[in-house]
């Protein structure tokens, strides 16, 4: 088995699919590794560490491989050396890159979208959604922070004292729980809302106040995989009005709401950031999904009635070592989970097999997809 480890060529992605201590863990289950030069520069991983850990640095390391690893799809044209039946296993981008997922099927290749692990408890470890997310939540803590003009905990000093920031993060999945652990330990006076009820003790067990709408029949916001549904116009108006109450009086937003293949929910508009206080700063972290906060641009400060919105296309890209690290991590758990000892392979079984993947035999065979 050869496996592939793409320099990734995405605008902005500085991340790595593979590390020198996963090309040895590869290695020692019986594979060999092919990595592309300069795969890990911009993740601070040299070439010399890949050879050092037993990879072949290859021009082209697709030819002759079985599986590519990568963090984005790869255009087709990158994958000439790759004989039918190949995988390409990654972060493949499948409901905004059907283009690319049918080129992947016409040229006979096997496409596992990591983003389709199924959150299932023995999966945690491969789920690259999770492990991206934590750290997008801490950054965006860290991007607001930097950005605002004032000190986020209270801190009482002989000049007088300085007020603790107020933050408010909405969406409480894995960035938001970590932005609301990140903020509290910057001292911060922190709450947080979600449409999942569930979110409720999450919020309180991190000492954050929970910020929720009452009262609204019928509604738990929690559909297949844990994931959240589309709300009914009722509740998305019973949250305006709470949001707007509360948003007024921040200082900091943090946003991370997003429904899987849809656009991200709005949560924040043009008028309820104009009822916020000059100098406060909300971090988008939707904003490649189409944002949660009216006029929010990817990868721009915009400023709006003083309030400066932040949001980068690629924010997990901005801690490239870590990320690439656990990205790493979650593709060797899922590949070596399921190594078949004697087939010398990866042998996926059926409910993490037809989760993940999108192409086989020439077809697109994803339901999610399809369906
Ligand atoms: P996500 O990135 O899909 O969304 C972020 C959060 O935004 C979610 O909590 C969602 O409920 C919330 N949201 C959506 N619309 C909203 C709105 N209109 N207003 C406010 N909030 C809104 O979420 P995620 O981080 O991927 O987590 C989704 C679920 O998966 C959670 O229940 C999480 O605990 C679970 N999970 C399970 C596993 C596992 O068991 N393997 C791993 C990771 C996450």
């Known amino acids: 088995m050869r496996l592939a480890v793409l320099r990734e060529r995405a605008a902005g992605e500085t991340r790595v699919a593979a590390t020198p201590e996963t090309v040895k863990k590869f290695i020692a289950l019986g594979a060999t590794v092919a990595v592309e030069p300069g795969a890990g520069a911009s993740a601070a991983i040299p070439d010399a560490d890949y050879a050092a850990a037993g990879a072949q640095l290859v021009a082209d390391p697709t030819v002759g491989a079985e599986i590519v690893l990568c963090v984005q799809g790869p255009e087709p044209d990158l994958l000439v050396g790759l004989a039918p039946g190949a995988w390409i296993v990654g972060g493949l981008d499948p409901f905004a890159r059907a283009d690319r997922v049918e080129a992947w099927a016409t040229a006979g290749l096997e496409a596992l979208a990591m983003e389709f692990m199924p959150r299932i408890t023995r999966a945690q470890s491969m789920d690259i959604l999770s492990s991206q997310s934590n750290l997008a939540g801490y950054k965006a803590v860290i991007e607001a922070a930097n950005a605002y003009g004032r000190a986020f905990p209270m801190m009482m000093t002989a000049a007088g004292t300085v007020s603790a920031a107020r933050v408010f993060v909405m969406g409480v999945g894995v960035a938001g729980l970590q932005a609301i652990a990140t903020a509290r330990r910057l001292g911060a006076q922190v709450s947080a809302t979600d449409v999942r009820s569930a979110t409720r003790e999450q919020i309180l067990s991190l000492g954050a106040k929970p910020i929720f709408v009452e009262n609204v029949a019928g509604i738990e916001g ?23 109450a509360h948003i007024a009086r921040q200082d900091i937003v943090i946003t991370t709401a997003l429904i899987p293949g849809r656009a991200a929910p709005r949560l924040i508009t043009d008028a309820q950031i104009a009822t916020m206080k000059p100098g406060s700063v909300i971090f988008d972290l939707a904003a490649p999904q189409g944002g949660n906060v009216e006029g929010s641009v990817a990868d721009q400060v915009v400023e ?60 697109v065979v994803s339901e999610r997809l399809l369906g």
Do not use: C
């Open 304 to 363: 709006r009635h003083g309030v400066r919105i932040l949001g980068f296309s690629n924010t997990p890209a901005r801690l490239p070592a870590d990320a690439s690290a656990l990205y790493a991590r979650n593709l060797y758990n899922f590949l070596s989970a399921f190594w078949d000892k004697e087939a010398q392979r990866p042998v996926l079984d059926e409910e993490i097999g037809n989760a993940v993947r999108l192409t086989q035999a020439g077809k």
């Open 222 to 244: 929690e559909g297949a995989g844990g994931y959240a549904t589309e709300m009914s116009a009722e509740y998305q108006q019973a949250q305006a009005e709470l949001v707007s």
